[in-house]
Every structure is written in C-alpha cells, then in structure tokens.
C-alpha cells in the first residue's frame, strides 16, 4: 500500500505560481509512474501530468505544456507539481496518484486526498 499526501494549495492570483509536493509513504514510490490529476468543480477529474520511476519520460495533458512541470525525488519518496503562469480555469482539486504509465498517461493504483488550488482574476 501506499499513502499518498499533497500539499501546497491554496489562494493565488492569476499569473502566479504554486508547487504541490506529494509525500508518499507505506512503500518506496521508486517502482511506480507518478502522476497529477484534477477535478474542477461540475467537472470530471481529468489528467494532468505523469512521470515515470526513473524520470526518463513526462507526459503532459497538452493545455499544461509549457507552464507545468512535474518532477520527482524517489530518495524523498516525492513528487512534485510546479505550476506557472496560472490562470482562473486551474481551479481545481489536484490530486496525487501513483501506478503504471499507460501510453502517454497514468493508470492509478493510488490516489492521495487532494489539495485545491484556487486562481483569482
């Protein structure tokens, strides 16, 4: 099993700036492909970036590309989401997950609690 807990949300203006860290524990995350989701309120949860164990490939869903970033530290058991330029529609729940790259996408094992993050115009 493997528990997973972001952190880092909250209120930002547009054009700002914010990084999710997703600690994990319970197992090492250095076998898994991590990812980042979201879920706008009305809205299904939708794909935002993956990563895989090594770090050799990302995967980003194709609005994110340029102003997200997703990396990891499996000595930490951690993986993080730097998000700039953000803009209203970024509000969002954003959630951790961690399982197997799928194509260009993650198929979850895991999913932490999530964390929101909210943009202001």
């Known amino acids: 099993q493997v528990q997973l807990v972001e952190s880092g949300g909250g209120l930002v203006q547009a054009g700002g700036s914010l990084r999710l860290p997703c600690a994990a524990s319970?197992?090492?995350?250095?076998?898994?492909?991590m990812g980042w989701f979201r879920q706008a309120p009305g809205k299904e949860r939708e794909f935002v970036a993956a990563?895989?164990?090594?770090?050799?490939?990302?995967d980003y869903a194709d609005s994110k590309k340029g102003r997200f970033a997703i990396s990891r530290d499996n000595a930490k058991n951690t993986v993080y989401l730097q998000m700039n330029s953000l803009k209203p529609e970024d509000t969002a729940v954003y959630y951790c997950?961690?399982?197997?790259?799928?194509?260009?996408?993650?198929?979850?094992?895991?999913w932490g609690q999530g964390t929101q993050v909210t943009v202001s115009s």
């Open positions: 997950a961690a399982g197997l790259y799928y194509g260009s996408r993650l198929s979850p094992d895991y």
């Open positions: 319970g197992r090492s995350i250095s076998s898994y492909a």
């Open positions: 990563i895989t164990p090594s770090s050799t490939r990302v």
